[in-house]
């Protein structure tokens, strides 16, 4: 088991990312409806961010409701990359 430290906010978001198929993307604002907070989506951004465990919790996968790459803490090329390999896989 993960020991993932959070507020409980960040760990619904978490939950709800580990939920997320690889190979599949969600935008902030899915996300936000499916943990049942239509209106948090930059709180789902925020905890996004503070994310500290990139792959097993893979808010790589949460894009802009356009579909565009954002912000990632590792960096956007390494996003665009872990997406392309689990679209291959």
């Known amino acids: 088991p993960l020991d993932i430290q959070g507020t409980a906010f960040q760990r619904r978001v978490w939950t709800a990312l580990r939920a997320i198929p690889a190979g599949s993307t969600l935008s902030y604002t899915e996300?936000?409806?499916?943990?049942?907070e239509p209106k948090a989506v930059r709180a789902v951004a925020g905890a996004c961010a503070a994310n500290k465990l990139a792959v097993a919790i893979p808010c790589h996968r949460v894009?802009?409701?356009?579909?565009?790459?954002?912000?990632?803490?590792?960096?956007?090329?390494?996003?665009?990359?872990?997406?392309?390999?689990?679209?291959?896989?």
């Open 31 to 36: 996300v936000a409806e499916r943990i049942g």
């Open 63 to 89: 894009v802009r409701q356009n579909g565009n790459l954002s912000g990632y803490r590792w960096g956007i090329e390494r996003k665009r990359k872990l997406l392309a390999r689990e679209m291959e896989e």
